[in-house]
């Protein structure tokens, strides 16, 4: 059947948005409204005339209002296949009415658990007769139009004028699917209540995921791909997605990915003396910490202004004027703050491509929560890297033990090494990174690689030495032979900061002893593949 013309329609919503005005178009068309509880209730506030479901079913809505659609007369209105003989004997035979049209939205279980109710509240807000509805009139598609989010009311209408009351098959196909996808979700947030706040677990035997598409971007990470974001349904921090963007072109998946590893470790300076982080194709390139944000800035740069070029800049105070001239001095694609002054607006203002995003606060980064991979085959997945180590937790392996600088510039070192691409090698000094080596193959190559960037600054800048000497050293793993750690005693590093863990920590503190070194052991590892 291609058109199906509106002739009854049954309205049952928890968000009532544009409900009266719906109800209004509808019975002006001559519709027949059905409906149930408070969404009956504002209906007839509106003026309107309704049928209620219990006048339908002839059973009234019963404890606490578990209990209304789920009744034959309902559910048969809407399965019915109207061009079948048997079908449409068994609607005559039973006084079973054809439903046309149906308009749910489901019980509130998103907003009910964010806002932090108790269980039984929680379990309150599962909808039973909703999904059921909405899955019978997305099933029957073929002659019932589903409705299921407000925003589409409007098109709705359109649907109406421009096919005399009736919609059509590609009409209900699409409403269909975005009904199903709307269940699916639903049930998705359900199940992940139960598995991870009320049982939990980690890794429940079925994992369900589920998001909101915000928007349709350019294309993925190079051109013929195609890309989207979502956020997810249901508790979720903040983050890119919702931040507000004040200015600049659309954001890219490139963008959302590098903004949201730049955001990701300049959390780690939440609350702490202002911060810079520059990041290109998802590594760090410069970081550092200041007693201002544009001394953090011009410390941050001068790590690696070749690579900052291009980059993505996030910052852990509110962005002032200054700060802001001086990252416009250079070509950067998104700047992430916690806020910006008029003076720093209207700096960035002036380039008009550079997307500004401002977040109400920077999230936590020891918070919980998994990690997904897909792969051929599967989905990998893991909690969040949230282990942390204070200075309590360092373990002194060497005969010389790090000086309270040494020790200041390995936990900095160490927190941005948490960030790098394995194989990663941070070099630091004086809350600045010196060097930044990621994603090699092996260590040593990392550590050689982060050298030449510092040597490379200190010729661009006419330092008399590269900002290694005398710096402090991070490895995200243990080294596996003393070839890396002789690397960064060669580049002019005094202390070293690694997990340790190796068959041959023996021979690499002996390296360090020999060299002179400092090293402390962390016990723990950060690979970022």
């Excluded at 989207?228 to 959302?256: R, T």
């Excluded at 999230?363 to 909690?383: C, T």
């Amino acid at each position: 059947m291609s058109k199906v013309t509106i002739r009854r329609a049954l309205l049952s919503v928890s968000d009532k948005s544009g409900l009266a005005d719906l109800g209004s178009k509808l019975a002006k068309a001559g519709v027949e409204l059905i409906s149930t509880g408070g969404t009956a209730q504002a209906l007839r506030e509106a003026g309107l005339d309704v049928r209620d479901v219990s006048e339908v079913t002839g059973f009234p809505e019963m404890m606490d209002g578990r209990v209304k659609t789920l009744h034959p007369l309902i559910h048969g209105g809407l399965l019915a296949v109207r061009d079948d003989p048997e079908h449409a004997a068994a609607m005559e035979a039973h006084d079973i009415a054809a439903i046309d049209l149906v308009v749910v939205n489901l019980y509130p279980f998103e907003e009910t658990v964010m806002r932090g109710a108790d269980r039984d509240t929680v379990i309150e807000n599962i909808d039973i007769g909703g999904p059921s509805m909405v899955r019978s009139a997305a099933k029957n598609h073929a002659y019932v139009t589903i409705v299921t989010d407000p925003a589409d009311y409007d098109t709705l209408y359109e649907e109406l004028a421009a096919n005399d009351g009736a919609t059509t098959l590609d009409f209900r196909r699409k409403m269909a699917a975005k009904a199903f996808a709307a269940t699916a979700a639903y049930d998705a947030m359900i199940s992940q209540w139960f598995a991870f706040a009320d049982q939990g677990q980690m890794f429940p035997d079925m994992i369900a995921v589920n998001g909101r598409k915000l928007a349709e971007l350019r294309y993925g990470e190079n051109p013929h791909q195609k890309a989207a974001v979502y956020e997810p349904l249901g508790p979720h921090i903040a983050g890119l997605p919702q931040a507000e963007q004040v200015q600049g072109k659309e954001l890219s998946y490139n963008n959302y990915n590098d903004a949201d590893a730049a955001l990701e470790l300049c959390a780690e300076f939440k609350g702490q003396d202002p911060a810079v982080v520059i990041v290109k194709h998802a590594n760090p390139c410069g970081v550092a910490q200041g007693p201002s944000l544009l001394r953090a800035w011009t410390d941050a740069l001068q790590c690696d202004s070749v690579s900052a070029f291009g980059g993505i800049v996030a910052v852990n105070r509110p962005l002032d004027g200054p700060t802001a001239e001086a990252i416009c001095e250079i070509f950067t694609e998104v700047v992430v703050a916690p806020g910006a002054d008029d003076a720093a607006r209207a700096a960035f203002a002036k380039k008009k491509n550079l997307r500004l995003l401002l977040i109400d606060e920077l999230p936590d980064p020891r918070r919980g929560g998994l990690q997904l991979k897909p792969i051929a085959g599967g989905l990998l997945v893991q909690s969040r890297d949230n282990g942390a180590i204070s200075a309590a937790d360092l373990k002194v392996v060497t005969k010389r033990e790090p000086t309270e600088q040494e020790l200041k510039d390995c936990l900095f070192a160490w927190t941005v090494a948490r960030h790098v691409k394995s194989n990663a090698i941070v070099y630091a000094k004086d809350g600045a990174t010196a060097g930044i080596g990621a994603g090699q193959m092996n260590r040593r190559d990392s550590a050689r690689i982060a050298a030449i960037k510092a040597s490379e600054a200190a010729e661009a800048y006419g330092w008399k030495s590269p900002r290694t000497k005398g710096s402090a050293v991070a490895s995200d793993a243990f080294f596996p032979f003393a070839d890396g750690l002789l690397a960064a005693a060669e580049a002019g590093a005094t202390a070293v900061i690694q997990p340790g863990g190796s068959m041959r920590d023996d021979e690499v503190i002996a390296a360090a002893d020999a060299a002179g070194l400092a090293m402390v052991l962390t016990g723990m590892r950060h690979f970022r593949h």
